[in-house]
Nanobody
Framework: QVQLVESGGGSVQSGGSLRLSCAQS????????MGWFRQAPGKEREWIGT????????DYPESVKYRFTISRDNAKNTMDLQMDTLNPEDSAMYYC?????????????????WGQGTQVTVSS
């Protein structure tokens, strides 16, 4: 059974950087798009980026654009999220997600595979 497993979360001071990783294991599904969401306590889940497997094209919301960068290694079935210039508002549980072929990639609306999440805490 395919699983997505995040790693790399932790605590950092404001202005610092963290790099999260998402590893696909247990199967050979070729996800056409993958990306990340985050959810802070008491807030709705927020989409924070998508990467398309075929082109490597990425999309981000304005809240993280130019600070966060998604990359993907298709050969290793891994995806990374480089987060720079972090601020306390970035503190949340971060989840990687993926869509199987035929599902909606726009803002990962059709995501049907999810990781278990990794906590990111940014202190001021």
């Amino acid at each position: 059974q395919v699983q997505l497993v995040e790693s790399g979360g932790g605590s950092v001071q404001s202005g610092g950087s963290l790099r999260l990783s998402c590893a696909q294991s247990g199967g050979t599904i070729r996800f056409p798009c993958m990306g990340w969401f985050r959810q802070a306590p008491g807030k709705e889940r927020e989409w924070i980026g998508t990467i398309y497997a075929g082109t490597g094209h990425t999309d981000y919301p304005e809240s993280v654009k130019y600070r966060f960068t998604i990359s993907r290694d298709n050969a290793k079935n891994t995806m990374d999220l480089q987060m720079d210039t972090l601020n306390p508002e970035d503190s949340a549980m971060y989840y990687c997600a993926a869509t199987t072929p035929g599902r909606n990639c726009y803002k990962l609306a059709g995501a049907d595979y999810w990781g278990q999440g990794t906590q990111v805490t940014v202190s001021s």
